[in-house]
Nanobody, 115 residues
Protein backbone atom coordinates (compact mmCIF):
# COMPACT_ATOMS: atom_id res chain seq x y z
CA UNK A 1 0.00 0.00 0.00
CA UNK A 2 1.02 3.56 -0.73
CA UNK A 3 -0.35 6.63 1.02
CA UNK A 4 -0.30 10.02 -0.67
CA UNK A 5 -0.80 13.33 1.14
CA UNK A 6 -1.20 16.54 -0.81
CA UNK A 7 -0.74 20.13 0.18
CA UNK A 8 -0.36 23.55 -1.37
CA UNK A 9 -3.65 24.47 -2.99
CA UNK A 10 -5.42 27.78 -2.52
CA UNK A 11 -6.70 30.93 -4.12
CA UNK A 12 -4.50 32.88 -6.50
CA UNK A 13 -5.00 35.69 -8.97
CA UNK A 14 -4.61 35.12 -12.71
CA UNK A 15 -0.95 35.16 -13.64
CA UNK A 16 0.08 34.01 -10.19
CA UNK A 17 1.85 30.86 -9.03
CA UNK A 18 1.23 27.97 -6.68
CA UNK A 19 3.22 24.88 -5.80
CA UNK A 20 1.52 21.62 -4.93
CA UNK A 21 3.26 18.88 -2.98
CA UNK A 22 2.48 15.19 -2.77
CA UNK A 23 4.28 13.14 -0.11
CA UNK A 24 4.32 9.36 -0.43
CA UNK A 25 4.70 6.79 2.32
CA UNK A 26 4.30 3.03 2.60
CA UNK A 27 5.45 0.67 -0.16
CA UNK A 28 7.28 3.40 -2.06
CA UNK A 29 9.62 0.98 -3.76
CA UNK A 30 6.68 -0.39 -5.76
CA UNK A 31 5.84 2.97 -7.38
CA UNK A 32 6.35 3.13 -11.16
CA UNK A 33 4.51 6.28 -12.19
CA UNK A 34 3.60 9.45 -10.31
CA UNK A 35 1.66 12.41 -11.48
CA UNK A 36 -1.23 14.80 -11.18
CA UNK A 37 -4.80 14.87 -12.44
CA UNK A 38 -7.29 17.66 -12.07
CA UNK A 39 -11.06 17.85 -12.20
CA UNK A 40 -13.04 21.02 -12.75
CA UNK A 41 -16.75 21.25 -11.93
CA UNK A 42 -18.83 19.51 -14.59
CA UNK A 43 -15.76 18.21 -16.43
CA UNK A 44 -13.96 14.91 -16.68
CA UNK A 45 -10.77 14.29 -14.76
CA UNK A 46 -7.80 15.44 -16.85
CA UNK A 47 -4.20 14.24 -16.71
CA UNK A 48 -1.96 17.23 -16.01
CA UNK A 49 1.53 15.74 -15.69
CA UNK A 50 3.16 12.39 -15.09
CA UNK A 51 6.57 10.81 -14.79
CA UNK A 52 7.46 7.12 -15.08
CA UNK A 53 10.63 5.55 -13.74
CA UNK A 54 13.30 5.73 -16.42
CA UNK A 55 11.29 8.02 -18.67
CA UNK A 56 10.71 11.73 -18.95
CA UNK A 57 7.86 13.88 -17.77
CA UNK A 58 4.69 14.29 -19.82
CA UNK A 59 2.43 17.32 -19.67
CA UNK A 60 -1.02 18.11 -20.96
CA UNK A 61 -0.91 20.55 -23.86
CA UNK A 62 -2.94 23.01 -21.82
CA UNK A 63 -0.19 23.36 -19.18
CA UNK A 64 3.03 22.95 -21.20
CA UNK A 65 5.43 25.79 -20.56
CA UNK A 66 3.53 26.86 -17.42
CA UNK A 67 3.59 23.84 -15.11
CA UNK A 68 6.65 21.89 -13.99
CA UNK A 69 6.65 18.58 -12.19
CA UNK A 70 9.65 17.65 -10.09
CA UNK A 71 10.58 15.20 -7.39
CA UNK A 72 12.69 14.87 -4.29
CA UNK A 73 13.78 11.27 -3.79
CA UNK A 74 15.12 12.12 -0.34
CA UNK A 75 11.64 12.61 1.09
CA UNK A 76 9.57 10.79 -1.56
CA UNK A 77 7.74 13.96 -2.49
CA UNK A 78 6.74 15.22 -5.91
CA UNK A 79 5.87 18.80 -6.68
CA UNK A 80 3.79 20.57 -9.26
CA UNK A 81 4.99 24.13 -9.80
CA UNK A 82 2.19 26.07 -11.49
CA UNK A 83 3.05 29.44 -13.02
CA UNK A 84 1.08 31.88 -15.15
CA UNK A 85 -2.12 30.46 -13.75
CA UNK A 86 -5.37 31.04 -15.61
CA UNK A 87 -9.00 30.89 -14.47
CA UNK A 88 -9.41 27.70 -16.51
CA UNK A 89 -6.82 26.03 -14.26
CA UNK A 90 -9.36 26.15 -11.43
CA UNK A 91 -9.99 22.57 -10.32
CA UNK A 92 -9.39 20.01 -7.63
CA UNK A 93 -5.91 18.60 -8.18
CA UNK A 94 -5.18 14.98 -7.29
CA UNK A 95 -1.78 13.37 -7.13
CA UNK A 96 -1.56 9.71 -7.98
CA UNK A 97 0.92 6.86 -8.08
CA UNK A 98 0.84 3.51 -9.80
CA UNK A 99 2.43 0.24 -8.86
CA UNK A 100 1.97 -3.33 -10.07
CA UNK A 101 -1.79 -3.74 -10.40
CA UNK A 102 -2.62 -0.74 -8.22
CA UNK A 103 -3.41 2.96 -8.46
CA UNK A 104 -3.19 5.21 -5.42
CA UNK A 105 -4.73 8.67 -4.99
CA UNK A 106 -4.18 11.66 -2.81
CA UNK A 107 -7.10 13.37 -1.10
CA UNK A 108 -7.22 16.25 -3.58
CA UNK A 109 -6.51 19.93 -3.11
CA UNK A 110 -8.53 22.85 -4.44
CA UNK A 111 -6.85 25.38 -6.72
CA UNK A 112 -8.89 28.47 -7.52
CA UNK A 113 -7.64 31.11 -9.96
CA UNK A 114 -9.73 34.22 -9.72
CA UNK A 115 -9.40 37.97 -9.40
Amino acid sequence: QVQLVESGGGLVQPGGSLRLSCAASGSIISIRTRGWYRQAPGKQRELVASITNGFGTNYADSVKGRFTMSGDNADNTVYLQMDSLRPEDTAVYYCYATGPGSVYWGQGTQVTVSS
